[in-house]
């Protein structure tokens, strides 16, 4: 399954079921475009698992704001519509997998 984009009017339908990993980015942000391919890898092997999305700050800051994000990339895990887990700045594949799997089945 290919890494989706959302919008804050879509958001909450987004995150609803599920696990779903959302990258909350910029495109002028250095670290943002790091992460992006780890999260396009991510998305591939987990297949229909679990969603990747993403969500530009710039143009959705309703729902950056809701959820306090202050720097970018913030990645929020969500199942089923509640928030699970943050991480904050690029990281490895094999730690936002294994942070994923912890929520899957």
Known sequence: MAVIHTTDAEFQQTIKEGVVLVDFWAPWCGPCRMIS????ELSEKLGDAA?????????NPETAGRFGVMSIPTLKLFKDGVEVN???GVRP??????????HLG
């Open 86 to 88: 943050t991480l904050v």
């Open 37 to 40: 391919p780890i999260l396009d």
């Open 93 to 102: 594949l094999a730690e936002l997998e294994a942070a994923v799997r912890e």
């Open 51 to 59: 969603t990747i999305a993403k969500i530009n700050v710039d143009e």
